[in-house]
């Protein structure tokens, strides 16, 4: 397991290499918690981190996402009230779930520099979940984490302590008709979507 702080340079094209690998997971901060990534195209990946974290195979993971642009790209037929959530509030703690052809996607930005800068230098999204057992409280630090998981990860980017009252993002799915509904409620507020959409 490969440890680096964020502030080393090295760090984006290290965890690169390792995404690269077939099942090559990383422990990763963001504005909110402590989460476990992969490459979104790499069914072993993802399967290993369901088996760090066991974690029901009928919860989906969530799309990291480098910007808005790529967002954009990857779902151009999102509903209305999800591009005026995204223009809002990405990159920040909102997870976004919209249509995705015949099923649904859940994607967000996370606000966090050497996340972003992690997944711009990789170029594609990448697939995640909070790094803490299915159930448990999120992890706000790399050693709780770490205590958690059935398995290590193969790389961990270093943030250091999030603050202990950092809230795991909203959750809001859009349905194709535009309906909305909140499944987590977290830092971004019902009062903040419906003013979003004014």
Not at 12 to 19: H, P, T
Not at 84 to 96: E, H, K, Y
Request: glycine letters at 6%; aromatic letters at 6%.
């Amino acid at each position: 397991m490969i440890r680096i702080p964020c502030s080393d340079a090295s760090a984006a094209a290290v965890f690169r290499d390792i995404l690269r690998h077939g099942d090559g997971v990383l422990l990763v901060p963001t504005e909110t918690v402590y989460g476990l990534v992969c490459d979104a195209a790499h069914e072993a990946a993802r399967t290993k981190i369901y088996e760090m974290k066991r974690r029901p195979a009928s919860k989906l993971l969530t799309l990291f996402f480098a910007s808005r642009e790529a967002v954009e790209a990857a779902f151009p037929d999102m509903p209305e009230p999800a591009k005026r959530f995204a223009a809002a509030f990405c990159p920040g703690p909102v997870t976004l779930i919209v249509p995705d052809g015949d099923a649904f996607t859940g994607f967000r930005i996370p606000d966090h520099p050497a996340l972003l800068k992690l997944l711009a230098a990789y170029g594609r999204p990448l697939a995640s979940t909070s790094a803490n057992l299915s159930g448990q409280p999120p992890a706000h630090t790399v050693d709780e984490a770490l205590a958690s998981l059935v398995i290590l990860p193969d790389g961990v980017l270093d943030g250091g302590a999030i603050p202990p009252d950092s809230e795991a993002s909203t959750v809001i799915k859009i349905e194709r008709d535009g309906a909305w509904s909140i499944l987590r409620p977290g830092p971004v507020t019902e009062d903040m979507l419906h003013a979003a959409l004014k």
